[in-house]
């Protein structure tokens, strides 16, 4: 059927035009949605049809960074943590090591979707690591009596002992204004002192070992995890009936910005917010995020955290703008990657969760 040219010319003015720049974050947006969906059901072959669209992105990451995914501040922070950390002797071979392991279909070049999966992989080990071996420290610190309980004086002698202070030094140390301690020691206690209080729920002075396990890795700790849940309701369940809507999830005003969920929200349009919502949280597409689907959603091995460290990776080590890292190019950036989740998961997770 023939459409005379001037009804069809009437009908491509009657639909509403988006700028460009509106157009590419939107794509760019689903685009992002979309990877992180690959990673989270993996397809048989390496080279997915998501990944294929990735690296015939031209500035693909770059604009994931910067106009899609308001990863700035986390940028900041990650490039801050390889300022202040020290080069060790063997980056190389760990660098190289981790490239190897990273390297799925051995090309010798990462894409974006194959250093989310490590950084995934990566992230999912320190957890299992963190709750499998907490039962095993607090037993080695719980000794005087062994109560199932850790008191903060037992603590404070198992701290001194790790930093390699003998056991005559620690019984003439005045535990309340810590004398004869160096004052980077000094800082280390005041700064354990206080995430101590936020752990203990039932009894600032002692800490059972579910609380241990929140004081030492918070991010492995469930009850640490139902807080942040708790907080997501708080700031977003307008009606009060313990579930998040995407319009609740989508609609935020920027009435507090010290607040870090509202933080994060606001640097995404409503757009943004609403597939969020749709491709991350609702599983079920039932239009409704129960406490479970926000529990999976706020937690560490959620994969939306690893793809996100991926593309900051790639935005500042991907000279080239090819899409893909060699080896090269992470030496080159070799601090970055050391101070990232793709080597230094425990440390980079709980400067992020304290």
Request: charge should be negative; glycine fraction near 2%; aromatic fraction near 8%.
């Amino acid at each position: 059927m023939k459409i005379p040219i001037n009804k069809l010319t009437k009908l491509l003015k009657s639909i509403p035009q988006w700028s460009t720049t509106m157009t590419v974050t939107v794509c760019l947006y689903i685009l992002f949605i979309m990877v992180v969906l690959s990673i989270s059901f993996p397809l048989k072959s390496h080279k997915t049809k998501v990944e294929t669209i990735v690296n015939e992105r031209a500035n693909g990451i770059a604009d994931l960074d910067n106009d899609a995914n308001g990863l700035g501040q986390n940028e900041q922070k990650l490039l801050q943590r390889a300022r202040d950390l020290s080069t060790a002797n063997n980056r190389t071979d760990i660098l190289r090591d981790a490239f190897q392991k990273a390297d799925l279909d051995g090309d010798a070049l990462l894409s974006l979707q194959e250093l989310a999966r490590y950084i995934n992989r990566r992230i999912r080990e320190h957890i299992d690591a963190s709750i499998r071996n907490n039962p095993i420290l607090f037993s080695e610190i719980d000794q005087s009596p062994r109560n199932g309980l850790i008191t903060w004086d037992e603590y404070y002698v198992y701290f001194l002992k790790s930093l390699g202070y003998d056991d005559a030094f620690i019984r003439q140390v005045d535990r309340k204004r810590n004398s004869n301690l160096d004052r980077k020691t000094k800082e280390l206690l005041m700064r354990d002192k206080a995430l101590w209080n936020e752990a203990a729920r039932s009894d600032s002075y002692t800490l059972t070992l579910d609380e241990f396990l929140a004081f030492k890795h918070p991010e492995s700790s469930a009850a640490n995890l139902l807080s942040l849940v708790d907080d997501l309701l708080r700031q977003f369940d307008e009606d009060g009936d313990d579930h998040l809507t995407m319009d609740e999830f989508s609609n935020v005003v920027a009435d507090d910005l010290d607040d870090k969920w509202r933080q994060y929200m606001i640097e995404k349009n409503t757009f943004q917010r609403q597939e969020e919502f749709k491709r991350l949280i609702d599983k079920n597409h039932d239009g409704v995020a129960d406490r479970s689907e926000l529990l999976s959603y706020v937690s560490p091995k959620h994969p939306r955290h690893a793809l996100q460290e991926a593309a900051i990776l790639f935005n500042i080590a991907d000279r080239n703008k090819d899409q893909r890292l060699s080896l090269r190019e992470l030496e080159e950036a070799g601090n970055v990657f050391m101070a990232s989740r793709m080597i230094n998961s425990a440390q980079t997770f709980h400067d992020d969760f304290r």
